[in-house]
């Protein structure tokens, strides 16, 4: 109990902090509502070509936007090579390469509309991977005031991730607004659990 009474007004100061911020991104995302009504750009997360194929037929309708793909690099010539046999011009394209996981998806992206002065982007992803992509987004992509609008894919896997993951998540966006580190490492205490747990 010494411990707790040592790093109390640590604690509290910690408290507040995530207070503040949880009051400030409601109102940075209803401002880039009102500010951007309709997206500006599309945000694909990469992880199953079906989300490309779907991207590139979406792209398709909205040829004046520009389209980050967040992904692998393995993944370059396949991903050029949907978005070109669709017909989607490549300078409409940007492939991304630094995420290594989800939230490293929207942390690595956010600069890039930020710097666009984008406000407000389409998100595809799958089905069963869009409860978690909104939590991450809603923190990241909220602390700079952009707002999104989901596009869900259709999977196989109709079973939501986890809230144990969308919870880890959660923190890891949170600590990535205060320290401006996504805690990449944490991601694989969850799927330890997840092993452990379906043993």
Known sequence: ????????????????????????????LAIARIQSPTPQAIL???????????AAQFALSHPDLPIWVSGEPEHFLLNRAIF??????????????????TVTNF???????????????????SDYHMRRSRTIATVVFGSR????????????NSQPESWLRVARDFLRSFFWVITGRTGASLRYLVSLIDVVKFK
């Open 1 to 28: 109990m010494q411990w707790l009474k040592r790093y109390k007004s640590q604690m509290i100061a910690i408290g507040l902090g995530i207070c503040l911020l949880s009051s400030f991104i409601p109102v940075r």
């Open 44 to 54: 694909v997360l990469e992880g199953a070509s079906a989300r490309i194929y779907f």
């Open 84 to 101: 070109q046999r669709a017909g989607v011009s490549l300078t409409q394209v940007h492939l991304d390469f630094c995420a290594v996981d």
């Open 107 to 125: 942390t690595c992206t956010v600069d890039d509309f930020s710097s666009k002065n984008i406000h407000h982007v389409y998100l595809i992803t």
């Open 145 to 156: 005031g952009i707002f999104v609008t989901p596009h869900s894919v259709p999977s196989q």
